[in-house]
């Protein structure tokens, strides 16, 4: 099982993988330009603003088009003539949907399709009972999109922008293990509690632990045996976690954990890794298993569960 080093591995699954569940955010916006315009038609205006900030996310590309089409198609409905979409993308550095400023916000752990119906001038009486005749499709449209979005693991929400304008807002889950996850710079709130987290591919690393640090989590990182012996022995009963790859360089998952009992004896495991679960073998001491590649939800679902205590303050 451990033959093979875990670059070696993890190229190998992304080959095999990763199309089929992380997709660029950006790219299937751009993709469908054609078809958002064609849906918007001639009196509604249309507009793009897309973040750096959102990458992978956790959807196949299908379902991802159908989401972005849903949502510009219920915009347009509640829009007239003169009105305007704009469709943006944001990540989680990006504000909130009709957030004002002021103070910070909390983090928000998917990436964001956010269209906007924006109803620039005045609609005629005609195109106004056109558009409540149409409202009935829009909300089975939305019906259908809210329930797909929630088997994926995000949620729809419908923002009041002002009086005429509302912004439809498809939450999705992030693509956690992949080479592309991309930098996710959060700000840091106040930590509590430890976690450490061994991983050698460095951005799943970075990804990881930066998630994890938005939610008000202590992360400390390591790369192979060394270094979370190191970190263990500095730290030792301080952490409650400890979250690491199965296959490190040079040694297996659980044998590390194994020889990180001795300091870190009260803590937690999470193993994870890009072999199914058929694969990694009975887990002993009430350790838990994720598969990458895994979403943000995922994640931070399973650290609750496993510090019940800390979650209770989130």
Do not use: W
């Amino acid at each position: 099982m451990f033959g093979m080093t875990s670059a070696a591995f993890a190229s190998r699954y992304r080959s095999a993988n990763a199309g089929d569940h992380c997709t660029d955010l950006n790219q299937v916006i751009a993709r469908a330009e054609q078809s958002i315009c064609e849906i918007a038609g001639l009196a509604v205006a249309v507009q793009f603003a897309l973040s750096p900030n959102a990458t992978l996310v956790a959807v196949a590309l299908p379902q991802l088009e159908q989401i972005v089409l849903g949502l510009c198609s219920a915009a347009c409905t509640q829009l007239g003539p003169g009105g305007r979409i704009v469709v943006e993308t944001r990540g989680m550095n990006d504000a909130p949907v009709g957030a004002s400023g002021g103070g910070m916000l909390p983090p928000e752990a998917s990436a964001r399709v956010v269209v906007r119906a924006e109803q620039l001038g005045h609609e005629s009486a005609l195109a106004a009972a056109a558009r409540v005749d149409a409202q009935p499709r829009a909300e089975s449209g939305l019906s259908a999109l809210e329930q797909l979005l929630t088997g994926l693991g995000g949620r729809l929400e419908i923002v009041s922008l002002s009086q005429n304008d509302l912004a439809y807002v498809a939450h999705l889950p992030y693509a956690i293990g992949t080479d592309s996850s991309g930098p996710m710079a959060v700000a840091v709130p106040e930590q509590s509690g430890i976690i450490l987290l061994i991983e050698d591919e460095p951005q799943v690393q970075a990804v990881t632990a930066r998630i994890l640090r938005a939610f008000g989590y202590g992360v400390i990182t390591a790369h192979n045996e060394r270094s979370a012996l190191l970190q263990a022995e500095q730290y030792g009963p301080a952490i409650g976690l400890v979250v690491s790859d199965l296959v490190l360089p040079g040694v297996s998952g659980k044998d590390l954990v194994q020889r990180l009992r001795n300091p870190c004896e009260h803590a937690q495991v999470l193993y994870i890794s890009g072999y199914s679960p058929e694969h990694v073998g009975a887990l002993t001491d009430g350790a838990r298993f994720l598969r990458k590649p895994f979403s943000a939800q995922e994640l931070l679902a399973l650290v609750r569960e496993l510090m019940p205590e800390l979650a209770l303050a989130r």
